[in-house]
T-cell receptor
Framework: KAGVTQTPRYLIKTRGQQVTLSCSPISGHRSVSWYQQTPGQGLQFLFEYFSETQRNKGNFPGRFSGRQFSNSRSEMNVSTLELGDSALYLC?????????????FGPGTRLLVL | AQSVTQLDSHVSVSEGTPVLLRCNYSSSYSPSLFWYVQHPNKGLQLLLKYTSAATLVKGINGFEAEFKKSETSFHLTKPSAHMSDAAEYFCVVTHSGGSYIPTFGRGTSLIVHP
């Protein structure tokens, strides 16, 4: 089975722009979660989608949004980019939702905001 | 509320010697606990997880962890380190029966000397 894929792998944007990141889960997985990884804040949970519905959300401003499509692929959007949004954005997929699920991570999208 | 403390930011061992990576947690609920490994420029890979079954959990690549409720700990061990174990390790806590809102530790960098 193919693993979780994320596109693009690298991205450079300027402050004020917006960006959309894409995540394709493992075939058959219906849950996709997104994370932000920075040297300062570490790994933080952004949100979780299951069957096209946002199930849970971390403590991030409304500039961060996402959606999931009927084929379980997910996109994450960040509007009005700030320098502090520079990070590695990881997505992970799983068969089920909930607190004890086993997740499979993609390689991440590295975003640099100038 | 929940939190995770990884007690060491760096651990240095020689190849062939035991590995101990320490993790303490706090949770208002029955927790699920995970250890993930991240190699440079890669996503996270699940090593093992505890979900209220056996307290001694065996994972991949010879790693194991013991859930100790009285000590609120979930330390990761391996009897003999290999050069390929050099990576960043993350301890994660979630609410096992409820919503998926994970809390990540800050990570422990494992250095393996030949």
């Amino acid at each position: 089975k193919a693993g979780v894929t994320q596109t693009p792998r690298y991205l450079i944007k300027t402050r004020g722009q917006q960006v959309t990141l894409s995540c394709s889960p493992i075939s058959g997985h219906r849950s996709v979660s997104w994370y932000q990884q920075t040297p300062g804040q570490g790994l933080q949970f952004l949100f979780e989608y299951f069957s096209e519905t946002q199930r849970n959300k971390g403590n991030f401003p409304g500039r961060f949004s996402g959606r999931q499509f009927s084929n379980s692929r997910s996109e994450m959007n960040v509007s009005t980019l700030e320098l502090g949004d520079s990070a590695l954005y990881l997505c992970a997929s799983s068969l089920e939702a909930g607190g004890s699920k086993t997740q499979y991570f993609g390689p991440g999208t590295r975003l640099l905001v100038l | 509320a929940q939190s995770v403390t990884q007690l060491d930011s760096h651990v240095s061992v020689s190849e062939g010697t035991p590995v101990l990576l320490r993790c303490n947690y706090s949770s208002s609920y029955s927790p699920s606990l995970f250890w993930y490994v991240q190699h440079p420029n890669k996503g996270l890979q699940l090593l093992l997880k505890y979900t209220s079954a056996a307290t001694l959990v065996k994972g991949i690549n010879g790693f194991e962890a013991e859930f100790k409720k009285s000590e609120t700990s979930f330390h990761l061990t391996k009897p003999s380190a290999h050069m390929s174990d050099a990576a960043e390790y993350f301890c994660v806590v979630t609410h096992s029966g409820g919503s998926y809102i994970p809390t990540f530790g800050r990570g422990t960098s494992l250095i393996v000397h030949p």
